[in-house]
């Protein structure tokens, strides 16, 4: 625990001015963003007496180890760098909302030729319409199935489209009427826009008119004695009366809003959205989060408003916001949403009538939203917390294991030899944490080794990351020779880890191995711990814990001891074990797949310098094979488009210097392909993979 006057700034030195500040622990992270109309005054309210601080702010002041600031014009800037660096270092004391759900939106691709209406989640795409977002995604389809009776859109996906396309028959939507088959040019693709415009303008709200039209049609088509017009009219008016209401009328001058209410307690705020579009709900949507701070319901409503337009331009962001409490101060605030929009918006409290009574009903959602969190909360809190205990016990620990990394080793018969490291915090999975290696040091299969290897890699980078932020002054790692460096052979996402010179000292965001656990967990046994330990050992680390998890017992085993550790079956920390083995497993077999793959489908041409995949599909496309595109001439290779006389040399250099392999094998069904096929070809069925005489992965022995 810090103490504040410790990296308290001198007087004098802290401007008198508008600006962005943040608090830093021993390891550079940051820990907590703020903005300041005046930050003199701001920060000189955390380093007074700690007893008359919140324990909240008294938890993050002595958890940090420094402070410093940005100074900037306005208030509206703060603002908006204040939501950036929060979006960037996700400070763990600022309220960060968590989103009950992925929800879905009814989308329409205005951004491909023939527009798609389609559900989606996840973050939004340029050139896509989205209405919602929805509870359930039934209920997107429910609307959409009414609106295509009248709005006949694509709904098939590309591969679809394209197969119609190709045989020249369209999709059953397109025989019983509810597709206008465009695949098959029933309709061009001008008016196929037009006709998904309408159907964006009738989801945006703007219906009256469009109703007016059908039913004008509908009595000319009944004058003129056009009677099965007219009906199949009627019944385009029925549907999309039907599909208007789903969503019930709540705002009677076809207001354009959203409102959000906030309920909260001392630890918690469940805050709830309202999309009113047309005078009509179109969506809902839900956050809650743990008041890390002392705040209050107008700062809780400011951060969501940063949560839920950050990302928004244009009419995704309404005229008119309503909310409980309105920000201190409200100005900024507001200039920043009208930017955002790009025209005026209106950020009130809504006093009285039809405006005040939904937001009432909101208020009720986002109350019985914090009781349902909370009830479940409750639960797994205490099964969480009920698991560490246990752990700690059944180790000797001094303390309960907040931080978990679990290592294991994959490979198929000793080939594509990799490791995953996992991270648990708090018992909950930290994927941003994860981690995979590649074993360099030796060849062939022997995991003793293997484990052995990506600990020494791991922690020496962890090593390394504590000499350059300054914690050792004597220039030299423990356990390491004068003068050697970090392995720069540990992985993160397929690529091999930059060295540590290389990490910028002032991003605050966290290092790929800058932070210990408490606890070090090897997929296997005695032999298995025993190589971690001995890693840790020679790097001169004593102060983390190390266990083995065996599969065929479920065994807890731990350095020197000649008998494993065995955990009750029912033991809740025996099943927080098992989970984060298996999670290490899963994705320590998943990037081992996908070396394989990649391995399998490697081509010659791959190593020619400046040839893209393009321009690849190209040389084979036009030659049939490599077998055909190696005899051929550098004259020849330069008649295929793109492909100049010195990529011809390249690209025949390449392919003289590559062994051929044998023969393609189809893995699906054992036969011998063609011998004008070679591997690096894709041959047979789409899903089919060529092999070259390499293990078949169904019969191999994989772990």
């Not at 962890?462 to 300054?470: D, I, N, P």
Request: proline content about 6%.
């Amino acid at each position: 625990m810090a103490d504040p006057s410790s990296y308290r700034p001198r007087p004098g030195e802290i401007p008198d001015s508008p600006g962005v500040y943040r608090f830093r622990d021993e390891h550079r992270r940051v820990i907590y963003v703020g903005k300041a109309k005046s930050l003199r005054q701001r920060l000189a309210n955390y380093f007074q007496d700690l007893a008359g601080l919140h324990p909240r702010t008294r938890s993050m002041v002595t958890t940090a180890a420094s402070v410093e600031w940005t100074v900037v014009s306005t208030e509206v800037e703060a603002l908006q760098l204040e939501y950036s660096w929060i979006k960037e270092y996700d400070p763990r004391f600022n309220v960060k909302y968590r989103d009950d759900k992925s929800y879905p939106y009814l989308a329409v691709t205005m951004n491909e030729e023939f527009p798609r209406v389609q559900v989606m989640r996840g973050h939004k795409k340029k050139g896509v319409r989205y209405f919602g977002p929805y509870a359930h995604a039934w209920a997107i389809r429910d609307t959409v199935d009414l609106m295509l009776r009248v709005f006949p859109v694509r709904t098939c996906s590309a591969g679809v489209f394209k197969n119609a396309a190709r045989t020249g028959r369209p999709c059953l939507l397109g025989y019983i009427g509810k597709c206008s088959a465009p695949c098959v040019e029933r309709i061009s693709p001008e008016d196929h826009r037009e006709l998904a415009e309408e159907f964006c303008d009738f989801m945006a709200g703007r219906t009256g008119t469009y109703l007016r039209r059908l039913e004008r049609r509908m009595a000319e088509a009944a004058e003129e004695m056009e009677y099965e017009r007219a009906a199949r009219l009627r019944d385009d008016i029925g549907a999309l009366k039907k599909a208007m209401e789903k969503n019930a009328v709540v705002l009677a001058d076809a207001t354009d809003a959203d409102l959000i209410a906030v309920a909260e307690d001392e630890l918690e705020a469940a805050v709830q959205i309202f999309h009113v579009r047309g005078g009509r709900v179109r969506g809902q949507r839900g956050w809650v989060t743990d008041k890390v701070e002392e705040i209050t319901t107008g700062a809780l409503v400011e951060h969501a408003l940063q949560q839920l337009y950050g990302e928004e331009t244009g009419d995704a962001v309404p005229r008119e916001v309503l909310v409980p409490a309105l920000p201190d101060p409200v100005e900024p605030v507001q200039e920043w949403l009208t930017g955002r929009r790009g025209a005026n918006v209106s950020l009130r409290v809504p006093q009285r009538g039809d405006k005040k009574a939904l937001m009432e009903t909101v208020q009720r959602n986002a109350q019985q939203a914090l009781v349902l969190h909370k009830t479940k909360r409750a639960s797994d809190l205490t099964t969480r917390s009920r698991a560490l205990e246990e752990i700690s016990d059944a180790l000797g620990l001094d303390s309960a294991p907040l931080r978990i990394e679990c290592y294991d080793i994959s490979h198929l018969q000793g080939d594509d030899v990799v490791a995953s490291m996992v991270v648990f915090e708090d018992g909950l999975a930290r994927k941003s944490e994860y981690r995979r290696f590649q074993i360099k040091g030796f060849a062939g299969q022997d995991d003793v080794r293997s484990m052995h290897e990506v600990i020494t890699r791991r922690f020496r980078r962890y090593l390394a990351e504590k000499e350059r932020t300054g914690e050792w002054t004597d220039g030299e790692e423990p356990g390491a020779e004068p003068g050697t460096q970090a392995d720069p052979g540990a992985v993160s996402a397929g690529l091999a880890e930059p060295p540590a010179s290389t990490l910028t000292e002032d991003d605050g965001r966290p290092k790929r191995f800058a932070y210990p656990p408490q606890l070090v967990v090897v997929d296997g046994g005695a032999p298995q711990v025993a190589a971690a330990q001995r890693a840790l050992d020679e790097l001169g680390i004593d102060d983390i814990a190390v266990c083995g998890l065996a599969k065929r017992l479920e065994e807890v085993w731990l350095p020197g001891d000649d008998d494993p550790v065995v955990l009750p079956r029912t033991s809740e920390g025996l099943y927080l074990l098992q989970r984060i083995r298996d999670e290490a497993h899963r994705f320590a077999i998943t990037y081992q797949r996908t070396k394989r793959a990649k391995r399998f489908r490697s081509s010659p041409l791959d190593d020619v310098p400046g040839l893209g995949e393009t321009r690849k599909q190209a040389l084979i496309k036009h030659f049939g094979s490599l077998k055909r595109l190696r005899s051929a001439t550098i004259e020849q290779i330069c008649d295929v488009p793109g492909i100049g006389r010195k990529t011809a040399e390249t690209i025949v250099a390449a392919l003289a210097q590559a062994v051929p392999g044998g023969p393609a094998v189809n893995t699906a069904t054992g036969e011998i392909m063609d011998d004008t096929e070679e591997p690096g070809q894709q041959t047979g069925s789409p899903g089919e993979p060529v092999s070259t005489g390499a293990p078949d992965e169904r019969r191999g022995q994989e772990r």
